[in-house]
């Protein structure tokens, strides 16, 4: 008779699915991902369902000058602001729910890095953010010391990447699952979750070539 008890007892919480994107600011196809693809997804599904890593480097490249890091960025100075900005933005705020909606507010708006400097993103997401913390970041030795730090993480990864948006899922990264991410990440992830399904999980479209911006 114990069978018949079973469904009143609690399950065991099932493991987020765990999504890293290595990504540069002005990368038009990094925000097309960002902006499109990410923000909605995580939106729309509970917060233990889906866990993120944001890592602000993508093809940059670093040289240690006189014993400080240097950094050249794809896009130019301005990239290397952008990357820069947001990694300072994740170092202040800790949350990733307060951090994300600003990151998400900078690449989705026409300067990824004028929108900080005007507050629009800070007062409009995180007020209470300290806008003088982050350009100090910004400005000085912790700045650098985060930007070393996605270049490691970034260099690390196995295989290397080859273009950015790269998309690492549960620690692996395929042309498939790259494919399918960029192509419906919510169903994507809806399909790889092992837990119960909330109301917002639908049928994964089709797979499509990875599009980026190649090293």
Known sequence: QVESLCPALPRPAAAPVQLSLYYESLCPA????LVLELFPTWLLLPSEMLNITLVPYGNAQEKNVSGKWNFQCQHGPEECLGNMIEACLMH??????????????????????????AVCCLQVYAPELDRGRISACVQGDVGLALMHQNAQ??????PPHQYVPWIVINGKHTDDLQAQAQASLLGLVCHLYQGEKPEACGASKAPRTPSGCTR
């Not at 949350?95 to 400097?117: A, D, M």
Request: aromatic letters at 14%; glycine letters at 2%.
């Open 92 to 117: 202040e705020a800790k949350n990733f729910s307060t951090y994300f909606p600003i990151i998400f507010c900078l690449e989705s708006g026409s300067s990824v890095t004028k929108n900080l400097e």
């Open 30 to 33: 990094c925000r097309q991902f």
């Open 153 to 158: 993480l970034t260099e690390a990864l196995d």
